[in-house]
Nanobody, 121 residues
Framework: EVQLVESGGGLVQPGGSLRVSCAAS????????MSWVRQAPGKGPEWVSG????????SYADSVKGRFAISRDNANNMVYLQMNSLKPEDTAVYYC??????????????WGKGTLVTVSL
């Protein structure tokens, strides 16, 4: 059974940093790209970032480019999202998602339950 468990969310002030993590199990982690998707209150889901199976290629939404960094640890089945220079508009539930293939634009088939990130004074 595929399981994705996010952690690390919380309250942070504007301009601050936070790292969210995702522990994956139930599939051959190193064979699949992984993505982060967020959903702000009252809005639809927004793809944030993706990383290929081996971690060589990464991509970001324009809204987070230059501020966020995705990474993965295939030995420990973990994927991370380092978020810097956070803005109030980054407030959202952040979901880890398993991609359908080894590239991050094939679509996603499993999501975790999410972790809430709140950026506020």
């Amino acid at each position: 059974e595929v399981q994705l468990v996010e952690s690390g969310g919380g309250l942070v002030q504007p301009g601050g940093s936070l790292r969210v993590s995702c522990a994956a199990s139930g599939f051959i982690f190193g064979n699949y790209a992984m993505s982060w998707v967020r959903q702000a209150p009252g809005k639809g889901p927004e793809w944030v970032s993706g990383i290929t199976d081996g971690g060589v290629s990464r991509s970001y939404a324009d809204s987070v480019k230059g501020r966020f960094a995705i990474s993965r640890d295939n030995a420990n089945n973990m994927v991370y999202l380092q978020m810097n220079s956070l803005k109030p508009e980054d407030t959202a539930v952040y979901y880890c998602a398993k991609d359908l293939g080894n590239w991050y634009n094939y679509g996603m088939d499993y999501w975790g339950k999410g972790t809430l990130v709140t950026v506020s004074l």
